[in-house]
T-cell receptor, first 115, second 111 residues
Framework: GAGVSQSPSNKVTEKGKDVELRCDPI?????LYWYRQSLGQGLEFLIY????????KSGLPSDRFSAERTGGSVSTLTIQRTQQEDSAVYLC?????????????FGSGTQLSVL | EDQVTQSPEALRLQEGESSSLNCSYT??????LFWYRQDPGKGPEFLFT???AGEEKEKERLKATLTKKESFLHITAPKPEDSATYLC????????????FGQGTTLQVKP
């Protein structure tokens, strides 16, 4: 595909359940990012991966959140024991590399609703 | 603490009525300032990167400018298709992978 692909586009879950969100970046992009966008809030950085380097996890809000990137391509964001405050749009982005002025290409996001 | 504030939150214009959106920032060391456009149900789409005070960039009806404290996105003779949320973000030294976003300005252009 030409752009960043995220699945599912919508996810409704019950409080306490675990969820997995998937991101397929643009082919050849070595950097991959996860952001969260809550209603009325700006985009909030969660985590980013650059090549084979250790990911920068400094934006993850709690230890219920984790992410991995397999084979330098597809990434999965996992939220364990979901809470209502986790409801948001989760956006994935990729770029050629993580560097100064690097422009990010975003997917359309996964709308997560925790009931 | 690094911070980005955008104003106004919402802006309604008539087609052809030019205006400006503001992005004020307080950061420890600015490496780059970005403007993105976001349509409903979509992810943000890159518009511009500015690096130093005095720099300007243009694309169609949009022009972005940068000072040491703020950036402006000028919209000249807007059209209804310019309706979207415009996001400003900063990148700081030593944090190349993270962008700090403002809350955005939602622009509506009426025909």
């Amino acid at each position: 595909g030409a752009g960043v692909s995220q699945s599912p586009s919508n996810k409704v879950t019950e409080k306490g359940k675990d969820v997995e969100l998937r991101c397929d970046p643009i082919s050849g992009h070595t950097a991959l990012y996860w952001y969260r966008q809550s209603l009325g809030q700006g985009l909030e950085f969660l985590i980013y991966f650059q090549g084979n380097s250790a990911p920068d996890k400094s934006g993850l809000p709690s230890d219920r959140f984790s992410a991995e990137r397999t084979g330098g391509s597809v990434s999965t964001l996992t939220i364990q024991r979901t809470q209502q405050e986790d409801s948001a749009v989760y956006l994935c982005a990729s770029s050629l590399r993580a560097g100064d002025g690097e422009k990010l290409f975003f997917g359309s996001g996964t709308q997560l609703s925790v009931l | 603490e690094d911070q980005v504030t955008q104003s106004p939150e919402a802006l309604r214009l008539q087609e052809g009525e030019s205006s400006s959106l503001n992005c004020s920032y307080t950061v420890s060391g600015l490496r780059g300032l970005f403007w993105y456009r976001q349509d409903p149900g979509k992810g943000p789409e890159f518009l511009f990167t500015l690096y130093s005070a005095g720099e300007e960039k243009e694309k169609e009806r949009l022009k972005a400018t940068l000072t040491k404290k703020e950036s402006f996105l000028h919209i000249t003779a807007p059209k209804p298709e310019d309706s979207a949320t415009y996001l400003c973000a900063v990148q700081t030294f030593g944090n190349t992978g993270k962008l700090i976003f403002g809350q955005g300005t939602t622009l509506q252009v009426k025909p």
